[in-house]
């Protein structure tokens, strides 16, 4: 099993699948689709770039489309001890369509993801796991961390 990096042409089949992940969730607000198409355009812009700070790698179902892909960013912040460079992986989007799952797919999108933050001499990569994608992650190397997470979301603009 091996992953592609995405290209732009995969940009509205990454949008989908974002919502086959997202609909697994209790919604925090209201469900719309207002968000495929600014999704949509920010994908083709970034899959375009020689040097993007957003990749996605994805594996291909045989029949067209996707069946699966990992996406993921580099943000930078301030160094500090133990990482001086401050950059740091984000993985998210981690999906694999229900007909295509237990097949290696998600960990052949997030392998490759990986690989691709080490070739970028990123130290550290963080992730939120659901109870599915757990023990995946955990095979990968990745532990639970004690920081709690918080969220401050500000209404939209009507």
Known sequence: MSARRATPEDAAELVRLRAVMLQAFPPAVPWDD?????ARQLLVKQLAE????LV?????????????????????RLGGPGDPSG??????SVVT?????????????VTALLDWFRGRGIQRVDLRASSDG?????????RRTPDPAMRLRFARDQ
């Open 56 to 76: 996605a790698f994805v594996v291909d179902r045989p029949e067209g489309g996707l069946a699966a892909c990992a996406v993921g960013t580099i943000e930078q």
């Open 34 to 38: 207002d968000w495929r198409e600014p």
């Open 134 to 142: 757990e023990h995946l992650y955990e095979s990968l190397g990745f």
């Open 97 to 109: 369509d229900p007909d295509h799952r237990r097949r290696g797919h998600s960990r052949a999108c």
């Open 50 to 53: 020689d040097d993007p700070y």
């Open 87 to 92: 950059r740091v992986g984000y993985v998210f």
